[in-house]
């Protein structure tokens, strides 16, 4: 059990340009959450998946921000237009329901 | 909705000393609560839960915690820390096993040796 997988570790963009961060969940989880961490803000959640279904994206930003879940295998993490205060480490994490989560180690995303 | 609060954003201890980090949440029924560590450029990892049943819960590496539904309480307790246990540690509460899970702002440990 390889852990929930998080590509890539690391992301620089441009400010404008495009970013997807990929979240592979622990096989046989039904839930995936994806949280974005800042000194500032702390841990924020974003939104929420179970059997693939979106459940919960009250904490994602209306504009600019998307995700998606395809399949049981992965979900994914858009961000359009990127910008500096995007900045941040994204994490996901993936449940049997919403109990212990365990934790991926996370994208830093940087935007220049 | 639910709410931690961790009023602590910093502790210092001297390895070997007894440790306590404060952990109130807000949320009228009876909550799911949790600790999480998260060590340097990782993500959080789960140090105890409590559901129900004695209030006392142990964890990992010594860790315990104890609910106390009076105080709105569940501060987590280490008899004895070492230089290791540095880290921050996350509060949690959730409503029941589907529901989202909230978090407080974290309080780094930091254990002098």
């Known amino acids: 059990n390889a852990g929930v997988i998080q590509t890539p570790r690391h992301k620089v963009t441009g400010k404008g340009q495009e970013a997807t961060l990929w979240c592979e969940p622990i096989?046989?989880?039904?839930?995936v959450f994806w949280y974005r961490q800042t000194i500032v803000q702390g841990l924020e959640f974003l939104t929420y998946?179970?059997?693939?279904?979106?459940?919960?994206d009250s904490g994602m930003p209306k504009e600019r921000f998307s995700a998606q879940m395809p399949n049981q295998s992965h979900s994914t993490l858009k961000i359009q237009s990127t910008q500096p205060q995007d900045s941040a480490v994204y994490l996901c994490?993936?449940?049997?329901?919403?109990?212990?989560?365990?934790f991926g180690s996370g994208t830093r995303l940087t935007v220049l | 909705a639910q709410s931690v609060t961790q009023p602590d954003a910093r502790v210092t201890v001297s390895e070997g000393a007894s440790l306590q980090l404060r952990c109130k949440y807000s949320?009228?029924?009876?909550?799911?609560l949790f600790w999480y560590v998260q060590y340097p450029r990782q993500g959080l990892q789960l140090l105890l839960k409590?559901?129900?049943?004695?209030?006392v819960v142990q964890g990992v590496n010594g860790f315990e915690a104890e609910f106390i539904k009076s105080n709105s309480s569940f501060h987590l307790r280490k008899a004895s820390v070492h230089w290791s246990d540095s880290a921050v540690y996350f509060c949690?509460?959730?409503?029941?096993?589907?529901?989202?899970?909230?978090f407080g702002d974290g309080t780094q440990l930091v254990v002098k040796p």
């Open positions: 998946f179970r059997n693939q279904a979106p459940i919960d």
């Open positions: 949690a509460v959730s409503a029941n096993s589907n529901n989202r899970i909230f």
């Open positions: 994490a993936s449940s049997f329901s919403a109990e212990t989560l365990y």
């Open positions: 096989s046989g989880h039904s839930a």
């Open positions: 409590y559901y129900s049943g004695d209030p």
């Open positions: 949320y009228s029924g009876t909550p799911y």
